[in-house]
């Protein structure tokens, strides 16, 4: 037993150093490879070790999947009669941070807040014009912000605009024009 468990730490050592020195021979350019150098001296296991290295990447941006999935659950919550309540963030009633929180956590994973200044942390800014679906709309001065939205193609955005109206679609106008938008980071 002692004897296959040494076998198996030489084995074991002899991949990872022969992966290893694989690698740092692979980096080294051409021009400076000596010619008279041209055997590699490091332990070779006998049997074929294959080494498969994975790479992952974290998305710092909501993907085109998540921000299809922004955009209807949105337009769902915009055909259900939901009131606007200041400080709501359910079915019975929500305000527009709560709206665009309530959407980015059921839909995507991702927590906002529950307030337009700290929303507008989690976001790369943007011009509305640059705007895409799944989108934030915001309406103030950045750091002073006081409506938000979410943008979900063609102008139009739903939002929960204020006392006594339900959740809705609206379309963007110069009346009513948004400050600026914001891409929603992972």
Known sequence: MKISKTILSFAFAGAIFGATAVSANAATPAHSVNPARTTQSYYKPATT????????????????????????????????????????????????????????????????????????SHVTKEAVANAKPGDLLFWGKSGATHHVAIYIGNQQYVAAPQPGQNIEIQTISSSFMPSFAGHVNG
């Open 49 to 120: 070790t294959r080494t498969t290295t994975t790479t992952t990447t974290k998305t710092t941006t909501t993907t085109n999947d998540s921000a299809d999935a922004v955009v209807s659950l949105a337009k769902q919550l915009a055909s259900k009669n939901i009131p606007y309540v200041w400080g709501g963030e359910s079915l019975k009633g929500m305000d527009c941070s709560g709206l665009t929180d309530y959407v980015y956590q059921h839909a995507a994973g991702i927590s906002l807040g529950h307030y337009t200044v700290t929303q507008e």
